[in-house]
């Protein structure tokens, strides 16, 4: 069990350019999702995926955000047309859900964007 | 609509003293819950989880919570604190659905010596 990975763990960038972060999760977990988090407050649902299957989208979601998982390991998580209302902690998870139902979330350490 | 609340944000306690943090939670969510904590420039590490085998959890680093339907709270306990609990805790439950977890504000803990 080597954690979830995020890359890159920091992203700077221009308003209205676009970036893209990776998650690789816990090798064979089935779920994996995307929170945002800003600062002071908790993480926030964006969407997840079951295998390659993008099951379920927040409002939060905006058309510029587009989050793939091919094949069901990895995943990104793209923004396009960068806003300063961007800039937050993007933070990927995952879970096994063959072994409980409420098997726990298992988080990686963020990328951190900031969009000046 | 499902929610978890932690009431207090900031939670300042002397090292060795009793650590309490507070989670309510809306009376609709399923009963499992869970208590992670943070440290600064990390993600979110599981201290602990209620899925309703018994209502004293017990978690890691001495921490425990006690789930009490009655008054729907699932708030987390140390008896004594160390400088190193000093981080952002979040108590979380699922959404209506049950496919993802919704998560507190979080409460900042801090520990003086």
């Known amino acids: 069990d080597t954690g979830v990975s995020q890359d890159p763990r920091h992203k700077i960038t221009k308003r209205g350019q676009n970036v893209t972060f990776r998650c690789d999760p816990i090798?064979?977990?089935?779920?994996l999702y995307w929170y945002r988090q800003t600062l002071g407050q908790g993480p926030e649902f964006l969407t997840y995926?079951?295998?390659?299957?993008?099951?379920?989208k927040s409002r939060l979601l905006s058309d510029r955000f587009s989050a793939e998982r091919p094949k069901g390991s990895f995943s990104t998580l793209e923004i396009q047309r960068t806003e300063q209302g961007d800039s937050a902690m993007y933070l990927c998870?995952?879970?096994?859900?063959?072994?409980?139902?409420?098997?726990?979330?298992?988080f990686g350490n963020g990328t951190r964007l900031t969009v000046t | 609509a499902q929610s978890v609340t932690q009431l207090g944000s900031h939670v300042s306690v002397s090292e060795g003293a009793l650590v309490l943090l507070r989670c309510n939670y809306s009376?609709?969510?399923?009963?499992?819950l869970f208590w992670y904590v943070q440290y600064p420039n990390q993600g979110l590490q599981l201290l602990l989880k209620?899925?309703?085998?018994?209502?004293l959890v017990k978690g890691i680093n001495g921490f425990e919570a006690e789930f009490k339907k009655s008054e729907t709270s699932f708030h987390l306990t140390k008896p004594s604190a160390h400088m190193s609990d000093a981080a952002e805790y979040f108590c979380?439950?699922?959404?209506?659905?049950?496919?993802?977890?919704?998560f507190g504000k979080g409460t900042t803990l801090s520990v003086s010596s």
């Open positions: 009376s609709s969510v399923p009963p499992y």
């Open positions: 995926f079951q295998n390659e299957a993008q099951l379920e």
């Open positions: 998870a995952s879970s096994d859900l063959r072994s409980s139902y409420n098997s726990p979330l298992h």
């Open positions: 209620y899925t309703s085998a018994a209502t």
């Open positions: 090798s064979e977990h089935n779920r």
């Open positions: 979380a439950g699922p959404n209506q659905a049950g496919t993802a977890l919704i």
